[in-house]
């Protein structure tokens, strides 16, 4: 790459759906079915413009592009777009970085567009097999048995500064697409993938970490301490 045109070092991967109703519909976190994307964003790690470094990729583009008008903070792009850029990345090794991703965002955005995902099954099945992906909330599950939010690691790893809380509750996200709100959706969206990048770069930084989570199915919140967090490309 030119100096113009610098590779980024990570592409943090976030989705918000547009299901208002968990229990109604059926849905489980586990399990891709019925869930629908309303966007997806990719914050890319080591690029300064945040046009270039904040990515979204959106279901309903002309009525979004529509609404929001002229955005200068990120460059808005059509759901159908995400496969070419996750393929160009991928060929360029630029590891792939989400939290939850394993279980959630990838296999809902490995469904086709017509079931509410985005037709990236090959792109996403290519990154697993070359080990270029990490999720950071399954590498900590893998390292402590624990269920760690993302909010709960910016709470432990970023202290208190409020560039780094999320920006509304996880649940309101759907409400707030279904009233046309895209650009805060869009926004918190972005924030999760900049925070997943700031956690992962703390971790990394420090030789052990105390953080705080739950077992599968239970409420009690345990504390441990991690030493060498893997947070690498293995």
């Keep these: 790459p030119t100096m113009n045109d610098p590779q980024p070092l990570a592409a ?4 918000e759906t547009m299901n208002l109703d968990m229990a109604a519909e059926g849905l489980s976190f586990s399990d891709p079915t019925g869930w629908l994307i309303s966007c997806a964003c990719v914050h890319l790690q080591g690029l300064q413009n945040p046009r270039e470094a904040n990515l979204v990729y959106v279901r309903d583009y002309g009525q979004v592009v529509a609404h929001m008008g002229e955005v200068n903070d990120m460059t808005i792009r059509p759901l159908a777009a995400l496969y070419r850029d996750l393929s160009r990345w991928h060929k360029q090794k630029v590891p792939l970085i989400t939290h939850n991703g ?8 490995s469904k086709p567009m017509h079931e509410g995902g985005a037709g990236c ?3 996403i099945s290519r990154y697993a097999g070359d080990n270029l992906h990490i999720d950071t909330c399954a590498r900590l599950f893998e390292q402590t048995g624990l269920r760690i939010h993302l909010s709960t690691l910016c709470e432990m790893l970023l202290g208190t500064d409020p560039e780094d809380h999320k920006l509304m509750p996880a649940a309101e996200a759907p409400i707030a697409w279904s009233q046309s709100r895209y650009g805060e959706v869009i926004r918190y969206c972005i924030q999760d993938c900049i925070l997943t990048g700031r956690v992962r770069d703390v971790a990394l930084e420090q030789k052990s970490i105390t953080i705080k989570g739950h077992l599968p199915g239970q409420k009690r919140i345990r504390k441990v301490v991690i030493e060498n967090v893997n947070f690498d490309l293995e």
């Design 12 to 15: 943090i991967l976030d989705i």
């Design 102 to 109: 394993t279980s959630f965002d990838l296999p809902i955005l």
């Design 121 to 123: 099954a090959e792109e």
